[in-house]
């Protein structure tokens, strides 16, 4: 595989299949013109890989730094095979930006290493709104889409493994 693939240009033919799947994502409102543009990318693109309409749950959040508690609550509550979070954080001209960003990405991180269900880090954190727009839909593609073919090829390893675990106590 090309290095450093730009997930976003997946033919439909190479997306994995998400027939079997449930997945849930979790959308931050804060910067909605990027973040809904990327829920967009994601929902169109699980639709396209065979994920059936009934079978995606979509919580909205205020900001990125709540993604990690929603993601939280639906790995807890919901039967979802994996969480994508999509929040989008701009530098201003306070330290919010660090503090979000950090808080987010290690809250994800920390998810990621205690569960076994995948949660998918799809939060641009840019300097400028421009370099946001640019990845939602822009000239860089749209990370929403990538967050959905990330989740789908995690679900499919965890699908691949678990089936290694019960070869193996067979
Ligand atoms: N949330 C984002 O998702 N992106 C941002 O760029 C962002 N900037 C913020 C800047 C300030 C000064 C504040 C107070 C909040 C910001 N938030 C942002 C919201 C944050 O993620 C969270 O929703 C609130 O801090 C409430 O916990």
């Given at each position: 595989m090309k290095k450093n693939k730009d997930l976003s240009a997946c033919a439909a033919s190479e997306?994995?299949?998400?027939?079997?799947y449930s997945i849930a994502i979790a959308v931050a409102d804060w910067n909605a013109e990027v973040t809904h543009a990327m829920l967009e990318g994601a929902t169109e693109t699980l639709l396209k890989s065979g994920v059936k309409e009934e079978n995606i749950i979509t919580v909205h959040v205020p900001?990125?730094?709540e993604l990690t508690s929603a993601a939280g609550m639906l790995l807890n509550y919901t039967s979802a095979d994996a969480v994508i979070c999509i929040g989008c954080v701009i530098q201003g001209e306070t330290r919010h930006f660090e503090f979000i960003s950090h808080a987010v990405a290690g809250g994800i991180a920390q998810l990621c290493a205690s569960q076994c269900r995948p949660v998918i880090f799809s939060v641009l954190t840019t300097n400028t709104p421009e370099q946001a727009k640019e990845r939602a839909g822009g000239k860089c593609g749209n990370k929403g889409v990538e967050g959905a073919v990330t989740a789908l090829r995690m679900c499919h390893l965890n699908d691949q493994l678990s089936s290694c675990k019960s070869k193996k106590s067979r």
């Amino acid at each position: 595989m090309k290095k450093n693939k730009d997930l976003s240009a997946c033919a439909a033919s190479e997306l994995p299949d998400g027939s079997p799947y449930s997945i849930a994502i979790a959308v931050a409102d804060w910067n909605a013109e990027v973040t809904h543009a990327m829920l967009e990318g994601a929902t169109e693109t699980l639709l396209k890989s065979g994920v059936k309409e009934e079978n995606i749950i979509t919580v909205h959040v205020p900001g990125s730094f709540e993604l990690t508690s929603a993601a939280g609550m639906l790995l807890n509550y919901t039967s979802a095979d994996a969480v994508i979070c999509i929040g989008c954080v701009i530098q201003g001209e306070t330290r919010h930006f660090e503090f979000i960003s950090h808080a987010v990405a290690g809250g994800i991180a920390q998810l990621c290493a205690s569960q076994c269900r995948p949660v998918i880090f799809s939060v641009l954190t840019t300097n400028t709104p421009e370099q946001a727009k640019e990845r939602a839909g822009g000239k860089c593609g749209n990370k929403g889409v990538e967050g959905a073919v990330t989740a789908l090829r995690m679900c499919h390893l965890n699908d691949q493994l678990s089936s290694c675990k019960s070869k193996k106590s067979r």
